[in-house]
């Protein structure tokens, strides 16, 4: 099962924000050769927005980064999930969340609403292999690996990868996302990636409590975030070191690994795709 959805993705896919996802970029970023392009920003359940995205393409897989749990009915995403199946067999991937306690009104006990929403997915007919779970703790990393066919990480080094390798033992899918800035400057590289990782996501204590819980100390979460803290976080540097740090969450356990690019607010993201896409697929 996980092994048709590992040759599926690729060893690396594309990270992007639902809202700056085009056809025309979509259909680029499959022509680079990357095997996944993940919609993230809780895209909308009635999945359209993936459906078009898939008629733009032939062989890229699309990605949910995820659905939120608290946003769409699981039959109605269920129900979205059969029509694309029915269009694009095999090429779309549901990824799932509960998303975050401070921007979600109704959030309350948040793994028992994730195993009841898997729970009628899979009972509306969502196939475990073609289903995954935003998940950084153990409790719903083990309810990744057993109930879905894996788990989508966010917002974490490699060393995360390798402990949730060992929660979910060797069969279930693991696919971190990991954050990106190609500049040589290292200065200029972690202005960039500070700006991203500090708002929102350390003041976010889902992030917060699992960088804790990884060692990190409460002055590496302060001010924007320490620069030990960033460098784990943000791989930078020339495309080869971008793409050496990328690659260790392969060797950490993982089996496909979501670049999210960061770049100067407006600038087209395709030359660093195209860069990356060199160095890591040669």
Same mark, same amino acid.
Do not use: C
């Given at each position: ?35 996944? /392009? ?36 699981? #039959? ?6 059969? %029509?694309?199946?029915? %269009? ?20 309350? #006990? ?10 009628? /997915? ?90 804790? %819980? /990884? ?20 791989? #930078? ?38 860069? /990356?896409? %060199?160095?890591?697929?040669?």
């Amino acid at each position: 099962m996980t092994a048709h959805l590992r040759d599926q993705l690729g060893r690396f896919g594309i990270w992007r924000g639902a809202f700056q996802v085009t056809a025309q970029l979509a259909a680029d970023i499959e022509q680079l050769g990357f095997g996944a /392009l993940w919609l993230g920003g809780s895209p909308d359940g009635d999945l359209a927005q993936a459906e078009e995205l898939l008629d733009a393409t032939s062989t890229l897989t699309i990605g949910t980064s995820i659905v939120n749990i608290w946003k769409d009915a699981p #039959h109605e995403v269920a129900r979205s999930f059969a %029509r694309l199946q029915d %269009r694009h067999a095999g090429r779309f991937v549901l990824g799932v969340g509960a998303g975050h306690r401070e921007v979600t009104q109704q959030y309350g #006990h948040p793994y028992e609403a994730l195993a009841a929403y898997v729970d009628s /997915l899979r009972g509306e007919g969502v196939p475990q292999d073609a289903l995954v779970l935003a998940a950084l703790g153990p409790k719903v990393l083990r309810l990744a690996g057993e109930q879905t066919a894996g788990a989508i990480p966010y917002l974490v080094p490699p060393e995360h990868t390798r402990q949730a390798r060992e929660i979910l033992g060797p069969e279930p899918l693991l696919a971190p996302e990991h954050k990106a800035v190609v500049d040589p400057d290292p200065a200029r590289a972690r202005a960039l990636g500070r700006a991203r990782v500090s708002s929102p996501y350390l003041g976010l204590v889902n992030y917060t409590s699992n960088l804790r %819980r /990884l060692g990190w100390a409460e002055d590496d979460l302060r001010d924007g975030g320490s620069d030990p803290l960033i460098d784990a976080l943000v791989a #930078h540097g020339s495309a080869d070191q971008v793409a050496a740090q990328l690659s260790s969450h392969l060797e950490a356990g993982a089996d496909h690994v979501v670049i999210q690019l960061l770049t100067e607010p407006q600038a087209d993201p395709l030359p660093g795709y195209q860069e /990356l896409a %060199r160095a890591l697929m040669p």
